[in-house]
DNA sequence: GCGACAG
DNA sequence: ATCTTGTCGC
């Protein structure tokens, strides 16, 4: 397990700073009420054309999957798509939309890495931080390249360390049987063995968690609404 | 020097 | 992320 250089690109050192107030604050164990019954998926959608982007967050009741709630916040593209620096262009959207929920969940399930990141600041760490809420990193390709894929078995459940800097920043997670698995990380306040045990709560029967699944549905059907009126505005 | 690089 | 045609399989 090699431990790769990662690059800071000077045009973004005021972020590469804030990243570093981030981490301070930083809880990497378990800290809330249990149970926890309300459970939190996240997605964005953007629509480079017009240069807006839409934050969804959906609540599901983590008992029987059903959606307890939504909300959503549309908003000008604000930060550009940097490897390292994703949280900045996700966070506003989906701080907004979190503030429009009737219901707020006691997690959130982010579709991006937690601390299984160069400097333990990706989008989970970032918006757990940011919302003061427990989030579990859960994205579908590991920045930490590269990861022992050998010794992955088959089985649902089956979990590989993905190592940076000598320390286990998280693991490759089965949530279906040979099926290609999901990277799991801390958020903030939780511990890594609460954050995979509930991602695979939320994933009782594909490769994703039920709530990213159902946030991902959700941005996507407002993004069509918001292509269409794009698309109507042209033509006057 | 080049490549790799969450969404 | 978004674009984008077909194709394989339950």
């Not at 949280?87 to 907004?96: G, I």
């Not at 990706?122 to 930490?144: M, V, W």
């Amino acid at each position: 397990m090699r431990a790769s250089s990662y690059k800071e690109d000077p045009v973004y050192e005021v972020y590469y700073r804030q990243q570093e107030a981030l981490v301070a604050q930083l809880i990497t164990e378990d800290q809330f009420e249990s149970p926890i019954e309300l459970i939190g998926g996240v997605d964005v959608a953007y629509d480079e054309t017009s240069n807006r982007m839409i934050g969804a967050l959906v609540v599901l009741d983590a008992a029987s999957l059903a959606i307890v709630d939504q909300a959503y916040h549309e908003m000008e593209i604000t930060f550009p798509y940097v490897p390292g620096l994703f949280s900045f262009r996700e966070v506003p959207a989906l701080k907004a939309a979190f503030q429009k929920l009737t219901t707020k969940p006691q997690l959130i399930i982010c579709d991006g890495h937690g601390i299984a990141h160069p400097k333990k600041m990706g989008l989970a760490s970032h918006l757990g931080i940011t919302l003061d809420l427990p989030t579990i990193g859960c994205g579908k390709r590991s920045l930490l390249t590269p990861w022992d894929k050998a010794a992955l078995a088959m089985e649902r459940a089956a979990t590989v360390p993905l190592i940076w800097e000598g320390e286990i920043r998280g693991v490759a997670l089965r949530t279906q049987p040979a099926i290609k698995p999901v990277f799991v990380s801390i958020g903030h306040r939780v511990s890594i063995e609460t954050a995979i045990a509930l991602t695979l709560k939320m994933s009782p029967q594909y490769r994703l968690p039920e709530t990213t699944r159902a946030a991902d549905q959700l941005v996507n059907a407002l993004r069509e609404k918001l292509l269409r009126i794009t698309a109507s505005e042209e033509e006057e």
